[in-house]
């Protein structure tokens, strides 16, 4: 037993340090491209910030906000019984995502943002509390508020509040989202555009994968990598020197 816990020590530990590598690469990416005007960007990896924009929009999956992108997760408050031991937390029960292709505009034009394979840096814009139980829904009705109530009993909450007086069956719903005139930072690969050959459009390159959309800034991005990066390579060693010496005390 010890033995396969130590192997899965191991793998966890490899896998961490891959990680770890990965948000290095983006780290160094971004630390080495210069941000670009669109009009004078060239061909090949780019670093752009503008503002999001599109001739029609998505709809968040639950507060319908217009929007070129967005991501959800809905979390509920359980119970988990385990002998005479019972814990309680929040476990994601559905997340899913949407995305099309959008504008990304500066003060010198716009250009088209394809972002199939991009990875979106998007911090939570909202979120909504359904409570369970009798009294759930009566106490939404009266303290929510009346757009809420119309989108099946859910009321807006702080997204950086702290939860107290959970209770079992309480529901979370989260949405991130970019919506129009948003600031946005973009990194990617500037080519003719596939579908429009006379166009130039952003998207994941074929040498340089490279493909970050985030309505964060420049900053803040590369300080959650390195934290990222940091975190990775410290679980990496730890994970790695746990096996290693699980290894040489039982084989």
């Known amino acids: 037993m010890v033995v396969v816990i130590a192997v899965i020590a ?70 988990h019984r385990s002998g005479k031991n019972t814990s309680y937390r929040w476990e994601t029960i559905d997340r899913g995502e949407k995305r099309m292709p959008f504008f990304a505009c500066d003060d010198s034009g716009r250009v088209l943002v394809r972002p199939a394979g991009a990875e979106f840096h998007v911090p939570v814009d909202k979120v909504f509390l359904r409570r369970a139980g009798v009294l759930g829904p009566l106490i939404l009705s009266v303290f929510g508020s009346d757009s809420a109530g119309q989108r099946g009993q859910l009321v807006e909450i702080d997204p950086n509040a702290t939860s107290w007086f959970s209770s079992v069956g309480d529901r979370k719903y989260y949405e991130y989202y970019i919506a129009p005139e948003e600031s946005i930072y973009v990194l990617g690969t500037a080519d003719i555009d596939r579908m429009a050959p006379d166009s130039v459009v952003l998207r994941k390159g074929d040498n340089e994968p490279t493909f970050i959309i985030s309505d964060r800034s420049e900053r803040c991005i590369v300080s959650n990598l390195w934290w990222q990066m940091f975190g990775s390579f410290a679980a990496a060693f730890v994970l790695i020197a746990a096996a290693v010496f699980v290894f040489s005390r039982f084989l």
């Open 10 to 79: 191991a793998g966890a530990g490899a896998y961490a340090l891959y990680f770890g590598f990965n948000r290095m690469h983006r780290y160094r990416v971004i630390q080495d491209t210069p941000t670009s005007k669109i009009r004078s960007m060239a061909m090949g990896l780019v670093e752009i910030c503008g503002k999001a924009a599109a001739d029609t929009y998505i709809k968040t999956h639950f507060s319908g906000i217009d929007c070129v992108y967005y991501r959800y997760e809905v979390k509920e408050y359980r119970r």
